[in-house]
């Protein structure tokens, strides 16, 4: 099997190296596009699984809209239009004929949802409308990265009409708390909640909220965004309601999502140099049997015993049993390990004998990460330890990120901050001192977090008052 490059060598080589060998993705012919293949694509399955019954318990339905959207829509609110036209794919040619109309290819729906919502909403008896659809995206994206940035995606973008702007306000927020539980509970990947910058937020947006990861090299990535948008789209589609006092208003809407970038946070979180490090909960394998034999008797009393394991384990783990004969078995461990399995079941003839396996833990390589468990409670003691990995894997995560931020007071200490992670700084507010900071240090405000101690400050750039710290960082 080839070596990987080391993340300490180069981390960008090492997580496409690592996106290939794991079989997760590969390139397509089509510049900027990517092959989602099996392994890869269950992964997404996963994480779907896990935001899509978050959705539903908070009475969210899902529903289809249109990949082609009339140009004509996205001209209807300036601000939209100018933030995405440099990303926008456009036919206007079909069937061999010119196009009336150019259709663009969807880079979010804000817009012909809210043609639809228009035709849809009538009265307050109508509202809330809370909709998610799990569809494809398009921006014509310059560099490009598996996962993480790519000319088409997959993602799920919710979308919900209210009454008023404080329950607007409330499901933009109920949305980004849903996020972070997801990332913390089920990937395994702390975050920051906060507030984009005007010039970091959505386009068309009032408000932007964002959840911000440290990834394995301390940049930050954006998981999820959700975005308070007002009443800009209401009034850009016409979408109006009756009010119980027979008064003709506006709606307020909310859109939010979370995209396959998720698939690159986990590698780039947990992955290290032999491999993806998968968290048990949304792992598509998350224990593999290994069976281990010098010759056919052993063979038979090994798979006889593996069959046992499966038959225990079938129903409460992921279970994939490797009775390859091809290769040997310190080659599977070294496939498994670099498909970033939580948890290996070695089964050799003397484990028969004394009735035993030995599990061995991804996340703790050699033999601090194996011990041997009796068959008998088998099942109990698997899934207790997928457990405590998915908890140790969290905590490491948010071990790395505590000991990679600072809490910079100056601007030569923000420069330092940046270079190794992130920096808690005040921050004035000013789009010159943010505009200053991005070309001295090439970090972004990532956003002003929703949890921080009250108090006051100088700005790290102008010295002036500050009542808010912000998170600067380089990102991908």
Same mark, same amino acid.
């Given at each position: 099997?080839?070596?990987?490059?080391?993340?300490?060598?180069?981390?960008?080589?090492?997580?496409?190296?690592?996106?290939?060998?794991?079989?997760?993705?590969?390139?397509?012919?089509?510049?900027?596009?990517?092959?989602?293949?099996?392994?890869?694509?269950?992964?997404?399955? @996963?994480?779907?699984?896990?935001?899509?019954?978050?959705?539903?318990?908070?009475?969210?339905?899902?529903?289809?809209?249109?990949?082609?959207?009339?140009?004509?829509?996205?001209?209807?609110?300036?601000?939209?239009?100018?933030?995405?036209?440099?990303?926008?794919?456009?036919?206007? *040619?079909?069937?061999?004929?010119?196009?009336?109309?150019?259709?663009?290819?969807?880079?979010?729906?804000?817009?012909?949802?809210?043609?639809?919502?228009?035709?849809?909403?009538?009265?307050?008896?109508?509202?809330?409308?809370?909709?998610?659809?799990?569809?494809?995206?398009?921006?014509?994206?310059?560099?490009?990265?598996?996962?993480?940035?790519?000319?088409?995606?997959?993602?799920?973008?919710?979308?919900?009409?209210?009454?008023?702007?404080?329950?607007?306000?409330?499901?933009?927020?109920?949305?980004?708390?849903?996020?972070?539980?997801?990332?913390?509970?089920?990937?395994?990947?702390?975050?920051?909640?906060?507030?984009?910058?005007?010039?970091?937020?959505?386009?068309?947006?009032?408000?932007?909220?964002?959840?911000?990861?440290?990834?394995?090299?301390r940049k930050a990535l954006q998981a999820g965004t959700s975005h308070f948008l007002g009443q800009n789209f209401a009034?850009?589609?016409?979408?109006?309601?009756?009010?119980? @006092? @027979?008064?003709?208003?506006?709606?307020?809407?909310?859109?939010?999502?979370?995209?396959?970038?998720?698939?690159?946070?986990?590698?780039?979180?947990?992955?290290?140099?032999? /491999?993806?490090?998968?968290?048990?909960?949304?792992?598509?394998?998350?224990?593999?049997?290994?069976? *281990?034999?010098? @010759?056919?008797?052993?063979?038979?009393?090994?798979?006889?015993?593996?069959?046992?394991?499966?038959?225990?384990?079938?129903?409460?783990?992921?279970?994939?049993?490797?009775?390859?004969?091809?290769?040997?078995?310190?080659?599977?461990?070294n496939d498994w390990e670099m498909r970033g399995v939580p948890l290996r079941i070695e089964i050799g003839p003397k484990?028969?004998?004394?009735?035993?396996?030995?599990?061995?833990?991804?996340?703790?390589?050699?033999?601090?990460?194996?011990?041997?468990?009796?068959?008998?409670?088998?099942?109990?003691?698997?899934?207790?330890?997928?457990?405590?990995?998915?908890?140790?894997?969290?905590?490491?995560?948010?071990?790395?990120?505590?000991?990679?931020?600072?809490?910079?007071?100056?601007?030569? /200490?923000?420069?330092?901050g940046v270079a190794n992670g992130f920096a808690h700084a005040w921050w004035c507010g000013s789009a010159e001192c943010?505009?200053?900071?991005?070309?001295?240090?090439?970090?972004?405000?990532?956003?002003?977090?929703?949890?921080?101690?009250?108090?006051?400050?100088?700005?790290?750039?102008? /010295?002036?008052?500050?009542?808010?710290?912000?998170?600067?960082?380089?990102?991908?």
């Amino acid at each position: 099997m080839a070596k990987i490059t080391p993340r300490s060598q180069d981390f960008s080589r090492w997580y496409n190296e690592i996106v290939q060998m794991a079989d997760l993705a590969d390139y397509s012919p089509v510049r900027g596009c990517m092959v989602i293949k099996p392994y890869g694509y269950t992964l997404w399955e @996963n994480i779907k699984e896990g935001l899509d019954r978050r959705f539903k318990a908070t009475g969210h339905v899902n529903a289809y809209f249109p990949l082609f959207i009339p140009m004509s829509f996205l001209q209807k609110e300036a601000e939209h239009i100018e933030g995405f036209s440099p990303e926008l794919a456009v036919v206007t *040619i079909g069937g061999g004929k010119q196009l009336e109309e150019p259709l663009v290819v969807r880079p979010t729906s804000e817009t012909i949802i809210g043609h639809m919502y228009a035709k849809w909403i009538q009265s307050y008896r109508d509202l809330p409308v809370l909709i998610n659809q799990w569809a494809n995206v398009v921006r014509w994206e310059m560099r490009t990265r598996l996962f993480l940035r790519t000319t088409e995606f997959l993602w799920q973008e919710g979308h919900t009409a209210h009454a008023t702007a404080e329950e607007a306000l409330e499901e933009t927020l109920r949305i980004l708390d849903l996020y972070a539980d997801f990332a913390e509970n089920d990937a395994a990947i702390p975050v920051i909640k906060g507030r984009k910058s005007e010039s970091e937020k959505f386009a068309g947006a009032v408000t932007s909220y964002t959840i911000e990861a440290m990834m394995g090299d301390r940049k930050a990535l954006q998981a999820g965004t959700s975005h308070f948008l007002g009443q800009n789209f209401a009034r850009a589609f016409d979408i109006k309601f009756l009010d119980e @006092n @027979n008064q003709l208003q506006y709606v307020w809407t909310t859109s939010w999502g979370v995209s396959t970038r998720m698939v690159g946070a986990v590698v780039m979180v947990h992955g290290d140099d032999q /491999g993806l490090i998968l968290p048990p909960k949304l792992a598509p394998i998350q224990a593999v049997v290994v069976p *281990i034999w010098r @010759n056919d008797e052993q063979r038979a009393r090994v798979l006889q015993a593996a069959d046992q394991v499966r038959t225990v384990l079938g129903d409460r783990v992921r279970l994939k049993v490797d009775d390859r004969d091809e290769v040997s078995p310190g080659w599977k461990f070294n496939d498994w390990e670099m498909r970033g399995v939580p948890l290996r079941i070695e089964i050799g003839p003397k484990d028969v004998e004394q009735k035993q396996v030995v599990l061995a833990r991804r996340d703790r390589p050699g033999k601090e990460g194996k011990t041997a468990v009796p068959m008998e409670g088998l099942a109990e003691a698997v899934v207790e330890l997928l457990s405590t990995i998915q908890v140790d894997l969290l905590q490491r995560a948010r071990d790395f990120m505590e000991a990679h931020t600072t809490y910079p007071e100056d601007f030569e /200490g923000l420069r330092e901050g940046v270079a190794n992670g992130f920096a808690h700084a005040w921050w004035c507010g000013s789009a010159e001192c943010e505009a200053k900071v991005k070309e001295e240090t090439t970090a972004t405000i990532r956003c002003i977090p929703l949890e921080q101690e009250p108090g006051k400050g100088r700005c790290v750039v102008c /010295g002036e008052e500050a009542t808010e710290r912000a998170v600067f960082a380089r990102a991908y």
